[in-house]
């Protein structure tokens, strides 16, 4: 409801008004019944085919007498779940405190910017979560995503606010991988269904990813590397939500 009325607040027709994050969950659930949809997240180091059933338990969870298969569509789903609950409450909660915020150690035209971080981070950790923990993601979620995640990265490195040049880095990197895998997800099945549907061998002006980038197509080392980035981005919101905001430059 507060995605729909944000965007009603937009000089737009009525039928283009619908939130970008609902879209990709509305169309991922219709690929949720397999492991992935061409995408990554962390249910193919299952080592089970991507097309696979992901409504099949993979372990069984056991409280006495009570049994029940668990299995990635419905982990998937609690897991999401709960980390979207996380970033709510806690989120909710830091926002409470800057907006009731106003003592003189605060420039108030700098809460607005911070806050407006907090919230680009957020929406970045929303789409990455969705694309890393449900099952049947598709490649091309993530990328409405990743402009949020690299805008409030970016900012928060500048306001020295606990994000290091490590982080920044990581960050950019992983964007690189990613914009690599798209690209080669991209051109490789322009040339898949040339060569099926016109006869072309080799379609010409179609520039594929370099063979030393091979690394960047393998779906397992996008999964690890954002893996390893929702629990970089998530310890650094965890972070954020419970810092006091003071001048840049004062003490921390």
Known sequence: MIAYYLDSLFAVPLRLIQSSFLFALKSASAHADKISGNGFNIWIFLGLEPRASSRVPFMDLQLGSWK???????AGLLL???FMGFLLC???IKIWQILRTKTEAIIPKYNPTYLMALLCLFHGLSYLGFNILLSGTHQRYLYIGYPFILISIIWLYYQDFLVSRRA???SLFAAFAYGCFLYSQASNAYVTQAQQYLGFQQPPNVPLLPKF?????RHQFLGAVHLFLLVFLVDIWQQLSKRQIVLPGSDK
């Open 213 to 217: 980038f091979f690394i960047f197509e």
């Open 168 to 170: 920044l880095l990581a």
């Open 68 to 74: 029940k298969g668990i299995s990635p569509h419905r």
């Open 80 to 82: 999401y779940a709960g």
């Open 90 to 92: 806690t989120g909710l």
